[in-house]
């Protein structure tokens, strides 16, 4: 089995988005997921970084386009 890297892109999130969590995905991908906060949201995006909305809300890949 292949010894998969920790994908680095990580979410800021929480009050004044200090708090960060990083995809949960290893290997190759293009849209990035993790599980955030005190409430486990879920997320998806792209690219290295990314910021939930003004309460915390998760990113929408739909609004990307």
């Known amino acids: 089995m292949k010894d998969e890297k920790r994908c680095e892109a990580v979410i800021w999130h929480g009050p004044g ?4 969590t990083h995809c949960q995905l290893t290997g ?7 599980y955030y906060g005190s409430f486990d949201q ?7 970084e990314v910021f939930s909305g003004y309460f915390d809300e998760p990113p929408r890949l739909k609004d990307e386009e």
């Open 42 to 48: 879920f997320a998806q995006w792209r690219g290295k």
């Open 28 to 34: 190759e991908h293009e849209i990035h997921e993790t």
């Open 17 to 20: 988005h200090q708090s960060k």
